[in-house]
């Protein structure tokens, strides 16, 4: 009755529901049971978790979200609330254009990773691959790279084209920000990793390329799952009018919220920069 106490008269509902309006008043000026009152305190923090989380997070996130701030509270209670409240995590991805096109005339790279996606440290395996984002005026694409220790994108780009450049930019912003010595960078046989310019820069950067086989997305899942979690927590919830807005919406969907900020379940339900920070200040403690 009180949910629809603005459509319809009590008295109406009352009578259909067989209850006397003295009775309602009465359950209405009761106050909440302890129970009760802790179940509201929780909610609304729950709705602050889940806002902020670009109404993003699921139950486990947002159980994790409240345990680092030193909460503890049950995961099936807080499924619980968020389902009487209606609130649900983003979930998944549609057809679209082909982004791998292989170059027969070019030799690929072997495969030096064998779905053996693991590394113990930073700059030992990256993974990158392209994916693409719908805009009113056409495709933009997003090529990125990824460091598999830490899950964080490294390097990414944009462009309205699948020419070879588009990696090349991801790859530079990935050797700018990480510096490496001796790196595998994992990606599929497209033209544009197998192109002789990606080849040549991947030499000069000390970078060694690393190919899967041909239409297998098994051998670059962990890039596949970042395009899903894109997918399903920012393309799927907006339109783009230009490429211009889809670059703007990447650029914060990657630099403000994935790299700092979203949980990841792998990484012990930190950020990928979290876990960069408390990894080497725990091998530094350790040297």
């Known amino acids: ?8 008269p009590i008295a109406k509902m009352a009578r259909l529901l067989g209850v006397s309006r003295a009775g309602y ?6 106050p909440l049971s302890a129970h009760a009152e802790a179940d509201a305190v929780l909610l ?16 486990p996130r947002v159980h994790a979200e409240l345990r680092a701030s030193g909460e503890r509270h049950g995961r099936k209670r807080i499924a619980r609330l968020m389902r009487s409240a209606g609130l649900v995590g983003a979930s998944h991805r549609r ?3 082909v982004t791998t096109r292989r170059d027969d005339s070019s030799r690929p790279a072997p495969d030096l990773v064998d779905r053996k996606f693991a590394a113990s440290g930073p700059n030992q395996l990256w993974v ?9 005026v056409g495709f933009l694409y997003l090529a990125v790279v990824l460091d598999v220790w830490s899950r964080k994108v490294i390097g990414w780009a944009t462009a309205n084209h699948l020419r070879a450049e588009l990696v090349l930019d991801a790859l530079e912003m990935a050797i700018g920000q990480r510096r490496p010595g001796d790196v595998i960078h994992h990606s599929d046989q497209g033209s544009q990793y197998t192109s002789l310019a990606f080849g040549k820069r991947c030499k000069e950067a000390g970078v060694r390329p690393s190919m899967g086989s041909v239409g297998d997305a ?6 596949e799952s970042f395009f899903a979690i894109l997918e399903c927590e920012l393309l799927a919830r907006r339109r783009f009018a230009s490429h211009a807005e889809a670059r703007m919406a990447t650029f914060s969907f990657i630099e403000a919220w994935y ?6 379940s792998a990484l012990g339900y930190r950020s990928p920069m979290t876990y960069e920070k408390e990894e080497q200040k725990a091998a530094t403690a350790a040297a």
């Not at 009755?1 to 319809?8: D, I, P, S, V």
């Not at 990158?128 to 009113?136: E, L, M, V």
């Not at 098994?218 to 890039?223: G, I, Q, R, S």
């Open 1 to 8: 009755m009180k949910a629809n106490q603005a459509t319809f």
């Open 25 to 30: 008043y009465t359950w209405l000026d009761r």
């Open 44 to 59: 609304r923090r729950i709705r602050t978790v889940h806002a902020t989380s670009r109404q993003t997070y699921g139950s």
């Open 95 to 97: 057809g679209g254009p």
């Open 128 to 136: 990158a691959d392209i994916t693409f984002i719908p805009t009113a």
């Open 218 to 223: 098994y051998d670059n899942a962990m890039c």
């Open 259 to 264: 790299n700092p900020v979203r949980l990841h």
